[in-house]
Structures are given as structure tokens and as C-alpha cells.
């Protein structure tokens, strides 16, 4: 305890952290606490799990007194973040007696806007916190802290003019933190717009790399699930995240991970936030060892003792490539990431492969088990009178490789994709974020699996010499025929 004293923090958080059995101060904490304590504007490049919250919580606790107001404003980009921002701070400020409020889209907003009157610190997503600025259940004028969480993800998601207009929203008279993995120039642009002579400060990554192991397996186009599959029952793993690029495929993926007996929890940005906050519940559990996710669970979240990231769907860009396998190797455990490509995948994993921090090897393709997939009715794009003579959608069962045929389903088929495309969400409380509407819908390129296909036909034919660099021997090249293959 007496390291995290020698940082100046206050008698109560002291309370609440021993209590909490905290050990030692992080990197992160131990540079930036006394810089926060002392009122100083700070820019702080720390990843997910570095213990960033404690320490804007330092100057949130030790300087707010209950009842004067909503004298703390903390942004989050996503609705997962701000509930469990929420709940730290609401531990940490335990003997303070600080009202801690959580708002964000995709839950009832009436609940929000009673427990706003006497909120104390308020932690929200953009989207939703403009909702109740426009709806005057919000005001900021007694903030004194205004801290910006996951920056660099906010901006990401398009969320740059909205922080913009809820930052004028407050006093100038403030203390500002910003709190990214990265710090890109659009960061840096931000800072020198809104902060004033803001101190950087950085901790290494809290990925260990050394432990870290990265291998691609290049399979048949027909059989990434039965690939995934194969390595879920021969790895030997405690905590996996399999990452999907739509939800569309988060869904086939868990349901039919069900199917075959292997426990697994699907979450993304088309489920209601109460179900998502139960399946994290029992994710962090363990009631289930396998969460199949797209990207809004890559950033942000706090799970401890994941072993295996498989990127079923290969992000479009490095960074949230970055971001999916910066949930495992923490904290000194090893980890491993998987990544199971086919043709689609190439584009994706070319553009990844420049970043040349990262170390993919290849790894030598398995012999598995053909496995059947299911479709559930009524999904995303799922084909209802195909002029192909494949199954109208009622669940049945195909051989894998049937997925493939779906993006080219004409007529009424496309129009209903279309349909789907504009209606769905992945950040729910977010409905003006097209960008990440279309990303959830797409993975770059061409998906064969999302019912989105960017007005393309499958019906055509395409050969290609594809050149990817090879950790091992530097480049490899292959010829594909990218057309339908039965």
C-alpha cells in the first residue's frame, strides 16, 4: 500500500484499494497519477488493462464532493466500456459516496435521465450523451474533470464531431485526460485543440510479445468452420475469443459450435445490451470458455485469462488486428492467435501483413473433419426463393462450402440484404455511424459469408495471382480461382 501513497492518492480510494488487493501500481499509474493529482492535463498512451482508470479515478475522487452536481464527464466509445468504467469507479469511490450514473444507447433512456439529477460523475457513449443534451437532461456546467477514454477508438468510429460538440458543452475551466492506445495525429489534434499544455506520458505495451505466438493457416474456402472447429478441440486453451467481422457469422458460428457440443456464448452489436451484458457475465464466469464476437469486444474490455484469439474473419486493418490480439499474452501468461483464412480473407490480410511489428508465421494446414453447417431462418441475408434450387431457409444443413452461394441470390434476396444492411447496428447507440454500420455488414472486399456483396456476382469467375509476404520465406504466391467451387 505504501506505493500507491507515495502517488498522493486519498485516504478513501487507499480504503478501497486495499480492499480490492491491489498489489503494486501499474506502469501507467505510476506515471501519470502525480501528474493528475497535481491538476495538469495529461495524455497518456496506455493500452486496455494497464489500470488507466485508477487513474483518472485518483483526481475524480479526491477533488469531487457529492451533491454539487455533475462535476466529472468520462467518454467512452462503446456501451460495454462505460458499464464497466462505471462499475471501477463506483468500487474505487466507495468511502467517497460518489453517485456514479452510466448512460448509453440501446436500454430504456427514462431510467438515465432520473438517475442524471443526481449524478455526481457520468460515464456515457457520444451518441446517447447528445441525446440527453438535446433533450436538456444534461448539463454540464459544474464539470471540473472531462476525461476521454479509448480515444483513438472514438475517432475510429467517427465520433470525432460529436466529442467536439460535447466538449463545448463544458466549462473551459478544466482538467482534460486523454487515454488511447495510440496516439495518431488526429490525437494529437484533438489535444492541441481542447488541452491545455498537456503532459504526454506512455507505458510500454502491456502485451507481452515475447509470449505471444501468431500463426495462418490457409484453408479450402469450404472449410474455415471445420478448421475452427478442429483447433477448438485440439488446442489446448482456457479462455478463447473468436472474432467475426459480421454478425451474421458470430451467429452461424456460435449456434453451430452449440450444435456440435462446445460450449459458446455469441455477442455483437444486434443483441439488446441487457443480453450483452450477460453473456459477459458469464464469459468472465467461465460458464462458457468460448466468445464468438465481432470487433465491439475487442477494445475495452477488461476479461482476464484468455489464451486463444482465432480470427475466424480477418479484420480489414492492422490496427484491429492489433486490438483482437491484445486481449491475450497479459500480464506475463502466454497467449496464441490463430488466424483461419480463405480466398476472402487475402485482401485483408495482405494490408495486415505490412505492418511489419507484427510476427504471422504459417503454419501447415491440418487434415480435418468435414463438418455440416446450419443456417438459422429468418437470419441476415438468408436466401428465400433462390433461383439455384438451394433450401428456401428453413435451417437445413449443407455442407460448408453452401454459405459461399448465398451473396448472389437476386431479386427480392438482394433487396432484402439491403434492406437488413441499413436497418442493423453494431454500435446501437450510434445510429449516424454508417462507416461501422457497412463494417459490420463487410470485411473488406468480398465477404462470403455477410449477405452484403457490394453489387458483385458470385456467378463470375475470377483467377488471381495472389503475393502475400511469409514470415518464413518471405513471400509466397498462389493462383486461386475465387469463383463458385462445388
Same mark, same amino acid.
Given at each position: ?26 506502469? @501507467?499509474?505510476? &506515471? ?30 479526491? #477533488? ?19 458499464? =464497466? ?34 449524478? !455526481? ?13 438535446? +433533450?436538456?437532461? @444534461? ?21 470525432? !464531431? ?10 473551459? &475551466? ?39 505466438? =501468431? ?8 472449410? &474455415?468452420?471445420?478448421?475452427? $472447429? ?22 452461424? $458460428? ?16 444486434? %443483441? ?23 470487433? $465491439? ?10 489464451? *486463444? ?15 483482437? @490480439?491484445? +486481449? ?19 485482401? #485483408?490480410?495482405?494490408? @495486415?501483413?505490412? #505492418? ?35 433450401? +428456401?431457409?428453413?435451417? =437445413?444443413? %449443407? ?6 452461394? =448465398? ?46 456483396? *457490394? ?21 509466397? &504466391? ?9
Amino acid at each position: 500500500m505504501e506505493n500507491f501513497r507515495k502517488l498522493g492518492l486519498s485516504e478513501p480510494l487507499l480504503k478501497s484499494i486495499k480492499e480490492q488487493n491491489f498489489e503494486k501500481p501499474s506502469e @501507467i499509474q505510476e &506515471k501519470s497519477i502525480p501528474l493528475i493529482i497535481e491538476g495538469k492535463d495529461v495524455i497518456a498512451e496506455a493500452a486496455t488493462g494497464s489500470g488507466k482508470t485508477l487513474a483518472f479515478a485518483s483526481v475524480i475522487i479526491k #477533488n469531487l464532493e457529492r451533491g454539487k452536481g455533475i462535476q466529472a464527464l468520462v467518454l467512452t466509445p462503446t456501451r460495454e466500456l462505460a458499464e =464497466q468504467v462505471s462499475e471501477a469507479l463506483q468500487k474505487f469511490s466507495k468511502h467517497k459516496h460518489l453517485e456514479i450514473t452510466a448512460v448509453y444507447g440501446g436500454v430504456a433512456i427514462s431510467p438515465q435521465m432520473r438517475d442524471l439529477r443526481t449524478a !455526481d460523475v457520468v460515464v456515457g457513449t457520444p451518441g446517447r450523451i447528445l441525446d440527453h443534451i438535446s +433533450r436538456r437532461t @444534461i448539463g454540464f456546467r459544474d464539470v471540473k474533470i472531462l476525461v476521454l477514454d479509448e480515444a483513438d477508438r472514438m475517432l475510429d468510429m467517427g465520433f470525432k !464531431d460529436d466529442v467536439e460538440d460535447i466538449i463545448k458543452e463544458c466549462p473551459k &475551466k478544466r482538467q482534460t485526460m486523454l487515454f488511447s492506445a495510440t496516439i495518431s495525429d488526429d490525437i494529437a489534434r484533438l489535444a492541441s485543440k481542447h488541452m491545455h499544455n498537456p503532459v504526454e506520458v506512455s507505458a510500454e505495451a502491456y502485451v507481452d510479445s515475447s509470449k505471444l505466438t =501468431q500463426t495462418y493457416y490457409d484453408v479450402e474456402d469450404n472449410q &474455415k468452420f471445420s478448421s475452427l $472447429v478442429h483447433f477448438l478441440k485440439n488446442e489446448k486453451s482456457e479462455l478463447a475469443m473468436v472474432f467475426c467481422n459480421t454478425q451474421r457469422n458470430t451467429d452461424m $458460428v456460435a449456434d453451430n459450435l452449440n450444435k456440435l457440443g462446445i460450449n459458446a456464448l455469441a455477442i455483437h452489436g444486434g %443483441h439488446a445490451q441487457p443480453k450483452r451484458t450477460r453473456t459477459l457475465e458469464k464469459f468472465h464466469a467461465k460458464q462458457a470458455n468460448i466468445l464468438v464476437c465481432t470487433d $465491439v469486444a475487442a477494445r475495452g474490455l477488461d476479461i482476464k485469462g484468455v489464451s *486463444h484469439i482465432y480470427n475466424y474473419d480477418i479484420p480489414r486493418e492492422s490496427k484491429e488486428y492489433v486490438h483482437r @490480439i491484445g +486481449r491475450t499474452a497479459r500480464a506475463g501468461k502466454e497467449g496464441k492467435v490463430i488466424n483461419i483464412l480463405a480466398s476472402r480473407d487475402y485482401e #485483408n490480410f495482405q494490408r @495486415i501483413l505490412h #505492418n511489419d511489428e507484427l510476427k504471422i508465421e504459417r503454419g501447415e494446414t491440418p487434415q480435418v473433419e468435414r463438418i455440416m453447417v446450419r443456417f438459422n431462418e429468418g437470419g441476415a441475408g438468408f436466401s428465400r426463393g433462390s433461383s439455384r434450387g438451394y433450401s +428456401r431457409g428453413g435451417g =437445413q444443413y %449443407h455442407r460448408e462450402g453452401g454459405y459461399r452461394r =448465398q451473396e448472389s441470390y437476386s431479386g427480392s434476396g438482394r433487396d432484402g440484404y439491403k434492406r437488413d444492411f441499413h436497418s442493423r447496428r453494431e454500435y446501437g447507440s450510434e445510429p449516424r455511424r454508417e462507416e461501422y454500420r457497412r463494417s459490420e455488414y463487410s470485411s473488406g472486399g468480398r465477404d462470403k459469408t455477410s449477405g452484403y456483396s *457490394h453489387g458483385r456476382s458470385e456467378h463470375r469467375s475470377e483467377h488471381r495471382g495472389s503475393s502475400y509476404p511469409d514470415r518464413g520465406n518471405r513471400r509466397f &504466391k498462389r493462383s486461386r480461382n475465387f469463383g463458385d467451387r462445388r
